[in-house]
């Protein structure tokens, strides 16, 4: 049975002082580790087609880090970028294909993030890591080849772990988006 991801209704709830730790790839000899100084923010589960996500999970989980708080602190020789055209590029393990973080070098609302899954951590993303705080592109596993009917089903799913669904991403982060683009349109006035 194909689940949503092992982190979605397990509970699972982060520890606010968490001040962040080690992800590491699935290599059993040279894992690419990278050493994040913060916790997540907006860690979400994301039913695109680009975002790495574990075997027989339909969503990945994926939160995001100021880029100057990562750094890779093992065997980065190992990291190809999946797709150099995308807006994201994530950086992969050329050995498991595991994404160890993703990155924004265009203008972009979220330049400067980088995108990381917490569930690399020793204990699968539950030590310490913020818990997901909602789902994001829900709709798309339609077009990975998910059952259309059965999309009530994933939403209430993710209802009864707690997390609103979305067919795009939250309205927090959707107002960030719009933020960047009022401000490159001169349109942007700041509530005084
Ligand atoms: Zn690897
Ligand atoms: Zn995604």
Known sequence: MTSLHPLIGSGYKGNPNHTGGKLSCHCKDAPVEITLSSDVA???ACGCSK???PANALFSVVGVVSREKLA?????????IVDRSASIQRNACKDCGVHL???IEVDHPFKGLDFVHTELSQGAGK????EPQFAGFVSSIIEQGF???????VR???KRAGLESYDCLSPALMDLIAVFTAKKAGTFKSKV
């Open 127 to 130: 030590d310490g890591w913020q």
């Open 156 to 158: 209430s799913e993710f």
């Open 72 to 80: 890779v602190t093992a065997n980065p020789s190992k990291l190809d």
């Open 51 to 53: 975002c790495w996500k």
């Open 147 to 153: 059952n259309p009917d059965k999309m009530p089903e």
């Open 101 to 103: 973080f993703g990155r």
């Open 42 to 44: 907006f860690n979400h």
